[in-house]
């Protein structure tokens, strides 16, 4: 079957997309690289350290403590086990891929002017993974709500000839057209209308109430949710060493943002008076965006034993587009009986159609990061770091946007000043360094019951063949969030879910100056 193609305009953005909400200001704000081996062995904490190229990405001024030039390229495996309860039910499912996570070299030209004080200029390209967004998690469970309260919350207040075909139009041309023309929370109450999950007062095309086909009880309910996808960012930078204990840098970088989101809700109920027992409701959302941001950050040796780093990393301006499909089918036991005496028990509403949304802008916040280090000699180093950055500050753009703006205030509600503080430790025997990290990221919510503290031990080793280099990591990190399965309204939330996630990580990276 041909797939048909909707463009929603612009005005259509008044009424609220499900897709831009507090949780993308979150996953796109919180980026966490996902870098080379010796990076990740020391919990990330290089931010006065250098001589690696993922520690590029967190102060620009690291290239410039190479001493030769250097390439690295890192492969990582992941995996999650995520562990959900639901109205009691507890659910485990997990899963883990394999790919590339970090490439970069780093290009030293050393100055043959020993009067200068500008002793190197280092000019680097390094691609960093910031997100990996591979991961599911399954809820089942008795709620004492239904899926019909979406469609209603949707529905109310809007009149009968703006959310149902008209005779003879097929329900991808309607589909279509009320998108177009009325906007996406039309569509909703579209699908909840045509599935006879909702009935009307009357059946006048000024009607503007609706009551539910499923009565009050118990509601059997399971929820799939997967997405899959990247991000990335690709940075040039250009750092120098001035006289010998200053490094300075610069990084301009793209960002990129590939993600793709599926969910997948059915639910079963006998409660008598229902005239629909089963629903299933289906959502796929794909996302891409591109961002530009710049950061600039210094190293001074104090001594040769101890360093100091500081970094600043702009906001990141993203433009974002997302393109969804819809679907749901329901079921009745009895039947439904119509006027002219047929009766049916299942109804499908499969518009066959892509949302295709305009583009809109979101900013992430700034950070600022200060970091010490302290060298001990060939046996090895100690690193700590510290950064803060406001998720307030966050904005969906357009702002004089009603819908955006309306966002915008919740976020700068809900979220907070979250610190990040970082600790790593090296230890050098011969050619063999041993390595362990540890690092603390808070929530970025004010209720940290929607997302904790997160918390990440590593541990690495590495082995030196003078001028090759490999590396090699394992980390662990733990996550509690609760889920929202679906909006119901302002303010409004479904049954929620809470999932305890378990990360772990291997990273091997080889390395050699060129």
């Known amino acids: ?69 250097y390439f690295s390229a890192t492969l990582g495996v992941k995996s999650f086990e995520n562990n959900t309860d639901y109205f ?14 970090q490439l970069g070299a780093a290009f030293v030209f050393n100055n043959t002017n020993d009067n200068s004080k500008v002793k190197k200029i280092v000019l680097s390209l390094v691609y960093d993974q910031t997100q990996n967004g591979d991961t599911s998690f399954k809820a089942n469970g008795v709620s004492n709500q239904s899926i019909d309260r979406y469609f209603l919350a949707n529905a109310q207040g809007l009149s009968l000839n703006t959310i149902s075909a008209f005779p003879g139009e097929s329900l991808t041309q309607a589909y279509g057209y009320i998108g177009g023309d009325y906007g996406y929370q039309n569509q909703q109450a579209f699908l909840g209308y045509e599935s006879f999950i909702l009935e009307p007062d009357s059946i006048d095309d000024t009607n503007n109430l609706y009551y539910s086909n499923i009565a009050p009880g118990s509601f059997d309910q399971s929820y799939n949710y997967v997405t899959s996808g990247i991000s ?38 006998d409660n008598p008076g229902s005239l629909i027992n089963t629903v299933e409701f289906l ?8 961002g530009f941001s710049f950061q600039f950050g210094g190293i001074y040796k104090i001594n040769p034993s101890f360093r100091l780093g500081l970094t600043y990393d702009s906001p990141t301006w993203f433009t974002i587009s997302e393109e969804s499909t819809q679907a749901v089918f329901t079921r009745s036991t009895d039947g439904i009986v119509f006027d002219d005496g047929s009766t049916d028990y299942s109804f499908s509403v499969n518009p066959n159609s892509v949302n295709i949304f305009p583009e809109y802008r979101l900013e992430t916040p700034s950070k600022i990061t200060g970091s010490a280090a302290f060298i001990l000699g060939n046996l090895g180093l100690i690193s ?39 600790l790593g430790g090296e230890f050098r025997f011969s050619q063999l360094s041993f390595r362990g990290g540890y690092s603390i990221v808070e929530s970025p919510y004010k209720n940290k019951s929607i997302m904790e503290n997160t918390s990440t031990v590593s541990l690495g080793i590495g082995y030196s063949f003078g001028n090759t280099r490999i590396d090699l990591s394992y980390s662990t ?14 303010g409004d939330l479904a049954p929620l879910s809470r999932t305890q996630s378990d990360f772990s990580n291997i990273f091997l990276t080889v390395g050699f100056s060129l």
């Not at 357009?398 to 990040?420: G, H, K, M, R």
């Open 477 to 490: 990190l733990q996550q509690n969030r609760t889920n929202q399965l679906y909006q119901v309204g302002t």
């Open 384 to 422: 700590f770091e510290y950064s803060r950055k406001n998720f307030a500050n966050t904005k969906f753009r357009p702002t004089n946007d009603i819908y955006f703006s309306e966002q915008n205030d919740i976020i700068s509600n809900a979220l907070v000043n979250a610190q990040t503080y970082r």
């Open 88 to 101: 009691g039910r507890s659910t485990t499912n997990s899963d883990g891929n394999i790919g590339f996570d």
């Open 1 to 69: 079957m041909k797939r048909i193609y909707l463009f929603i305009v612009l005005q259509s953005f008044v009424f609220g997309l499900a897709a831009q909400d507090i949780t993308d200001a979150v996953r796109y704000g919180n980026v966490n690289i996902h870098g080379s081996a010796r990076f990740h062995a020391l919990g990330g904490a290089f931010g006065a350290l250098g001589g690696d190229l993922s520690a590029v990405s967190a102060n620009p001024a690291g290239s410039a403590i190479f001493s030769k030039s």
């Open 283 to 290: 959502n796929d959302l794909s996302v891409t965006g591109s």
């Open 232 to 269: 990335g960012k690709l940075g040039i930078n250009l750092a120098m060493q001035y006289d010998e204990k200053l490094y300075l840098g610069l990084n301009l970088n793209a960002h990129s943002i590939e993600q793709k989101k599926s969910t997948y809700l059915q639910e079963e109920n």
